[in-house]
Structures are given as structure tokens and as C-alpha cells.
């Protein structure tokens, strides 16, 4: 489990699609010692009756290691999952944005 509980309050200052990206990049490459500058992040949108609902996120590293995060936009939470599945961390972000499909 990650320090500090089951739900984290917000620690980043995310107020856009591109930072969230880079949070989560910088949050799955530190949790697998991973060097972030080897490993590109995919963004995938997530869909429901037509209308963006989230973002999914996979980060594939070494020795076929992949690690994943889902931005849930009606709620604002971010959940990260490591190597094997498993949720490691959950954050209520402090900031609320809309993403446009064309930008996911």
C-alpha cells in the first residue's frame, strides 16, 4: 500500500490533461525504479455513451514489466497499478478539467 492510506489528498498541482500526463509518467517510473526518459506513456481515452469518461494510461518498461493508471474525470481520481495489477496508490486531484477527445 502507498504511504499515506487508502486515498491520498492532492499533492500535485494538475490542472491540465499534459501535466496529469507527466504526474503519472513521473509516479509509475519512480514506483519500479524505472528511468523516465527509456519509457514512453500511452493515453488512452475512455469512452462511454459517446462522451469522454477518463483516461487510461500504460507505461510498458523492461523485461515486458507494464504498469498502469485511470484518471476517472466524474469524480476526479486517479488510481495507479503496478507491475502485477494492484492498486498502489488512489488521489483525489485538487483540480477539476475537461479534456477534449481530440486532445486525449
Known sequence: MFPGGPMSEAKSDIRSVDALRRYVHEQLCRHENLVGDQ???????????GALCGLQFQLRGPRSVRLGAVWAADRNLLYLYDARGERFHKEQLKHQFHVQLDAA
Open 39 to 49: 519509457f514512453a506513456l500511452e493515453t488512452t481515452p475512455l469512452i462511454r455513451g
